[in-house]
């Protein structure tokens, strides 16, 4: 046989004796796999627009209202600390800045991520995963239907068109909350605050904004798919995977937060225009 297959062989086997290590590389090679078939489906046209339609009503416009809640209040609450804060050192009129260029590259992308794993990725690990245990998968597969092409592709799809839309809004609405607390409650003024908005975003806060979007929506639909294709033992399984493809979305956008923030800080670095 040839050497490589010896060598991977001897690497199963060292990891075998590290059940995390062992189990977490497994996790990452089936997710990989499911990612590759879901582009090839995808690819190769095997779309079913009407199921994409019904996902897309699902999550985006199922998701509205707790995207638009959490960016209103996120957004109100932080210009009042902010204004708060840096109204003791005379700069009361840098609160609308700091709050938009927050929502753009930070605050709206994570939370609306973080929404949509918690409302959306539990229920396709849910959806999948009942699927699994009552072998409604297998009966996909008798009738010579693809699992990835029906249930995954759809939801991909789906995300990827919702999320960015998403955190637009969440942004938008995070924003015009700021400005109703700034200005009518606060008594910041109201040109100086939407001047200095129009002085520090540009197009690069908004594609930072759009680009974490997008990778957050690939962590989502992906590791929720996952967690409910590779559910076990019925009721129980069902439950431990919605869990589970909850809190592993949220630490993945999280982590992922961070070096998206380093690198395309780097691209878009944050300033005056």
Known sequence: MHPSFWQRLQI???????????????????????????????????????????????????????????????????????FYQFSTLGMSSAVGPVVAVSLFRELGPVLTGLMVAGRVGAAMSAEIGTMKVTQQLDALRALAVSPIDYLVVPRAVAMLISMPLLVCECVF??????????????????????????????????????????????IVVFLSCQQGLTTREG????????TEAVVICSLCILIANFFLTMALNMVFPAGLR
Not at 50 to 76: E, H, K, N, P, W
Not at 190 to 218: C, E, P, T
């Open 12 to 82: 199963l086997s060292w990891l075998e004796k590290f059940p995390l290590a062992h189990s977490f590389v497994i996790y990452v090679g089936q997710t990989a796999l499911l990612v590759i078939e879901t582009l090839q489906a995808i690819v190769a046209g095997r779309v079913r627009p009407r199921l994409v339609l019904q996902q897309l009503v699902d999550i985006g416009y199922g998701s509205q209202f707790v995207v638009i809640v959490t960016g209103a209040f996120t957004g109100a609450v932080f210009t009042a600390q902010t």
């Open 173 to 218: 609405f995070g924003i015009l909350a700021s400005y109703f607390v700034a200005v009518k409650l606060l008594g910041v003024n109201s040109i100086y605050f939407l001047q200095n908005i129009w002085r520090f975003i540009d197009g690069h806060n908004i594609v930072m904004s759009l680009s974490k979007g997008f990778v957050f929506a690939i």
């Open 235 to 242: 009721a129980v399984g069902v439950g431990r995977a919605t």
